[in-house]
């Protein structure tokens, strides 16, 4: 259904469009912008003919714009170690919750405003279901340096003097103790009907390279025949294979081409999305990544996040195309925001019944809100030896939550990628 808005606004032109775009697209929409015959008006005037006039809606769109555009970001200095933006410099974090999604507010508000006037909304989700759901894993581990691996199990055991340790230490060694647990995801997942997206990086170094140089690169290769394998099993299986794209894959466009084409060779079909190893965007300028990223032709980014928090960066759970400042446009890329990554819940030391009961919450405000929840868990997550158990059995817990409850739609961002072109009209 064509949406005709009228601007009347020239100093915020093209905020102002851009804010409809994103909100036409949520609400299922087609925004046609003219000045001729016009359903709805913003602007000075006080336009009584036309059927919805938004004057007094003002702020709303404008703070609507200033969360989503990440005008917020642009005007903070201040970053963290990896550059990047903080949650307490977010005014979510100061006047909103991060977790409950405030301009999913204000799209069920406008929502409500233009359906009473007529203009009946799309379903969000596949199926007329209430809320969506994403199932997302990193692929950071996948292969045990065991030096390094069975040197910190041997400080732990001088440390505790524990037996079992020494028994650890000896499967690390064998392999038996490992970080390769593609299959105890897959079997997860398929027991529920769900499928998942795994995220690989093609870019890696050694661990001692990333000891001298202080680099974060991962440190398996993808060219192993083990990796090609697993890469076909998974998409043969209907999960997803998108990129992990390396720390500095934000510094030329050519990195992002180069590493989804070795990604594309190995699975031998398209890749469509990506997110960034640990969230890292250009520190400067996020929206130049997500022009890169549109340039590499990736459909969508799923890297927006707080690394520290739960939540919504933007404040918003849903699809969304971020906006170019200097050109005053938006990008043609989707943005599925991220908003629960395992290692979030265990920066403060928590039980799995804590760690459970925050996602569920996030879950519950969300799906209030018809809105978009992304989950991220590592693949390494199983081995219980190095990484908090807290993580494992709060997505066990969550992935039974989730397959009990029928209002969730969950997928992968692949599909929700085609489903949400599919609903837009641009
Ligand atoms: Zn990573």
Known sequence: MNLRINIDQKEKYEELKYVFENLCVILGFSPVF???????????????YCKINLNKDKPKLELFFYLLSGQEEKETKERDVHGRFQPRNSIITKKYKLEDPIINDYALYFKKLFENKGFKAKHFWKNNKKY??????????????????????????????????????????????????????????????????????????????????????????????????????????????????????????????????TLEKLLGSKIHG?????????????????????????????????????????????PFYPYNHEKKKRINLLVFPTSIMDSMLVRKKTTV??????????????????????????????????????????????????????????STPKELAEWWNKRANF
């Open 34 to 48: 003219t000045n001729k015959e016009y359903d709805v008006y913003i602007g000075n005037k006080n336009d009584k």
């Open 274 to 318: 990506l997110r960034h190893h640990y969230y890292h965007f250009n520190p400067q300028s996020t929206e130049e990544t997500w022009e890169c990223h549109e340039k590499a032709g990736f459909e969508y980014d799923a890297s927006l996040a707080f690394n520290e928090d739960l939540g919504y960066r933007r404040g918003l759970a849903f």
């Open 132 to 261: 969506a759901v994403l199932l997302t894993h990193d692929v950071d581990y996948a292969v045990m340096n065991k030096l390094p691996s069975a040197i910190k199990l041997f400080l732990r055991f001088i440390k505790s003097g524990n037996m079992k340790t020494l028994k650890d230490i000896f499967d690390v060694i064998t392999g038996k103790n490992n970080y390769w647990h593609f299959e105890d995801y897959m079997n997860l997942e398929n027991s529920k009907g769900f499928r998942s997206a795994f995220f690989f990086a093609t870019k890696s170094n050694s661990y001692l390279m990333n000891f001298i140089k202080r680099e974060n690169e991962v440190t398996y290769n993808i060219n192993e025949k083990r990796f090609k394998n697993i890469i076909k099993k998974l998409d043969k299986e209907g999960f997803e294979v998108g990129l992990h794209a390396s720390y500095n894959a934000y510094k030329s466009i050519n990195s992002f081409v180069n590493e989804k084409r």
């Open 353 to 410: 019944k804590d760690a459970t009961r925050r996602c569920i919450n996030l879950i519950k405000s969300v799906k209030k809100k018809n809105g978009l929840v992304v989950l991220d868990w590592h693949d390494a997550d199983w081995n219980t030896t190095f990484l908090d158990e807290v993580q494992i059995k709060t997505y066990i817990n969550v992935i039974n939550y989730l397959e009990k409850d029928k209002e969730a739609w969950v």
